[in-house]
């Protein structure tokens, strides 16, 4: 009889023992640091941030993330004015006019690149650089005269403000503005437009592109992973997601997530971005390559 009073009486010290322990845990997760972040800019970035903070926040309930596009000019007003917590940006702070780059702090999470994409019915897969320009300054106006089709061309371009279009005109346009066109904020709407529009053609980012467009390349030089990282294919930037000065505890490790091996092996492959550690080259807010 002793013996069965002196197991039980063990026993309840046991049970009393996980009970602790869980509630410990219990506790331990209710004092996990509750926080919204709000991430806004860059259409061709939002793809990335969307599929990482659904994994994140899986892991994180007590974090809230929304994020929204707006393009790059947006997301860098909004961050600097305090609005929101992340602005998403294609292009370094530096550039954009009116932005005063000395109060946000930069967090570099991918490289993306960007490539024109034509309708898939004009019969042209590749022209040059100088033709690209007089396309989209409007000197080419048929697309007879860079050997496809007898068909009118018609110009899509991103609105201003957007990171993508300031990437495609430094970088693909040689800073020449281009004409006058219908103009769309964002990124996914220029795809539909591009495949739904006899003649068309824009630009877009790699993580956008499918087999509804034709990617064209540019002096036989294609856009893919590897000429982007060694620069043979010069039309890329590096994503960026600025905070308003240095980040709370909070906001740190969501951007230090971003920049994870879960991120940068996962979702930044699958998405069409390139990991930041993939590249051969190193590109300044002024262009300078190293």
Not at 32 to 61: C, F, M, N, R
Not at 193 to 216: F, W
Request: net charge negative; aromatic share 6%.
């Amino acid at each position: 009889m002793k013996k069965i009073i002196l197991a039980l009486a063990f026993s309840g010290i046991l049970l009393a023992g996980c009970g602790n322990g869980n509630n410990a845990a219990t506790s331990s997760s209710a004092k996990e640091d509750t926080a919204k972040i709000t991430a806004v800019g860059s259409t061709a970035l939002q793809p990335l941030v969307d599929a990482a903070q659904e994994s994140y926040t899986q892991d994180h309930p007590n974090i809230q993330i929304s994020v929204q596009g707006g393009g790059s000019g947006t997301g860098l007003s909004q961050v600097e004015s305090g609005s929101v917590e992340i602005g998403n940006s294609d292009v370094f702070a530096e550039e954009k006019e009116g932005v005063d780059a000395s109060k946000l702090v930069d967090h570099k999470v991918a490289v993306v690149g960007f490539v024109p994409v034509v309708n898939k019915d004009v019969g042209v897969k590749n022209i040059t650089k100088e033709q690209l320009i007089s396309i989209f300054t409007g000197e080419i106006k048929n697309w007879k005269d860079v050997g496809g089709k007898d068909e009118a061309i018609q110009v899509v371009n991103r609105a201003a403000g957007s990171g993508t279009r300031a990437t495609f005109e430094k970088w693909a346009l040689n800073g020449k503005e281009p004409i006058q066109s219908q103009e769309q904020d964002s990124s996914g709407t220029v795809k539909k437009i591009v495949a739904q529009t006899p003649g068309a053609i824009s630009y877009l980012a790699l993580s956008y592109v499918d087999d509804s467009l034709q990617a064209l390349e540019l002096d036989g030089v294609k856009a893919t992973n590897e000429n982007i990282t060694n620069n043979k294919w010069t039309i890329w930037s590096y994503e960026h997601m600025y905070t308003n000065g240095k980040p709370d505890k909070a906001l740190a490790a969501f951007l230090k997530y971003m920049t994870s091996d879960a991120v940068q092996s996962g979702p930044v492959k699958e998405l069409g971005y390139l990991p930041i550690t993939s590249m051969k080259v190193e590109r300044s807010a002024d262009g300078t390559i190293k």
